[in-house]
């Protein structure tokens, strides 16, 4: 069993940046994939970004692409996403998740993913 925690969400100016991280416990994540995803109010889960459990490959969202950065520190079990030039179109609970199973492209799909946080709140002010 695996259980992940994010934190770092708040409250930010549009502009501005956020750190979040999702510390991993249990299990060592360093062959998992793990993914970042975000729900905003009304609106269904969507992909951020992940980091694939074989040869670190990263990939992300279109939209998120040269704003956010994912990375991995396997010594702390621990995975971050840097978010700059946050929108107000970034706010949302953001969710941290675990793959059992690693690839060399780590799925978009949430529902291939088998451990999740509680989320963290991110919210941008215009």
């Known amino acids: 069993q695996v259980r992940v925690v994010e934190s770092g969400g708040g409250l930010v100016q549009a502009g501005g940046s956020l750190r979040l991280s999702c510390a991993a416990s249990g299990r060592t994540i360093r062959n998992f994939d793990m993914g970042w995803f975000r729900q905003a109010p009304g609106k269904e889960r969507e992909f951020v970004a992940a980091?694939?459990?074989?040869?670190?490959?990263?990939l992300y969202a279109d939209s998120m692409k040269g704003r956010f950065t994912m990375s991995s520190d396997n010594a702390k079990n621990t995975v971050y996403l840097q978010m700059n030039s946050l929108h107000s179109e970034d706010t949302a609970v953001y969710y941290c998740?675990?793959?059992?199973?690693?690839?060399?492209?780590?799925?978009?799909?949430?529902?291939?993913?088998?451990?999740w946080g509680q989320g963290t709140q991110v919210t941008v002010s215009s």
């Open positions: 980091i694939s459990g074989i040869g670190d490959n990263l």
């Open positions: 998740a675990a793959r059992r199973y690693s690839s060399i492209r780590p799925p978009t799909e949430g529902y291939k993913y088998d451990y």
